[in-house]
């Protein structure tokens, strides 16, 4: 199929939502990726585990009790039923996406899985392409606060020269210095 066919499957928009960041990776759940491939998170499960070795820690991980009652919490619910897990789900890095559409060997998971890996592809260069920017506002705010302490400097000798003025030091007693006319001395 062409990527036009590819890219209208399933909007990147929902594909980005359904990537969270849980044990420091950025992964998809079970019952997301189910959803996207049309088939019941049962049987997406069932075909994992009878490929496990396909599958190490790298590609994919059972979410911990804990870790689902704090993903839960973030959704605001406490109600399993709401949130539709009674288990933990699996959860899946771009790598383990990637072998689960071997594991799947449907043509709309292979479609799906093209998209989805595009879409971390995109998150990543966006996430390169933000950390040149704030390299360059670290730069310049280290070249502001260079500029900054210099313009300090500046304002405390205009307020020294301000005080002086205001005071007259110096200014009464001192010759006045240029041309004089023979009257006035």
């Given amino acids: 199929m062409t990527d036009r ?29 189910a959803e996207l491939y049309q088939t019941e998170t049962k049987h997406l499960k069932r075909a994992v585990r009878r490929n496990m070795r396909r599958f190490p820690e790298d590609f994919m991980f059972e979410l911990s009790k804990e870790e689902l009652d704090n993903w839960r919490y973030h959704f605001g619910t406490s109600n399993r ?72 400097l500046i304002f405390k000798y205009l307020k020294q020269l301000k005080q002086a003025k205001q005071e007259g030091t110096g200014h009464q007693n001192r010759k006045t210095v240029g041309f004089k006319r023979k009257d006035e001395q």
């Fill in 5 to 33: 066919v590819t890219e209208s499957l399933v909007p990147d928009e929902i594909i980005m939502n359904k990537i969270y960041l849980i044990r420091g990776r950025k992964v998809m759940l079970d019952r997301d990726l």
């Fill in 81 to 152: 039923e709401i949130m539709g897990l009674r288990v933990p789900p699996f959860a899946f890095t771009e790598y383990g996406v990637l072998m689960l559409a071997s594991v799947l060997n449907s043509d709309r998971a292979i479609l799906v899985n093209i998209q989805i890996v595009r879409v971390f592809t995109k998150m990543r260069e966006m996430l390169a392409s933000n950390d040149a920017v704030f390299q360059r506002l670290e730069n310049l705010e280290y070249r502001l606060s260079e500029q900054n302490d210099k313009i300090l």
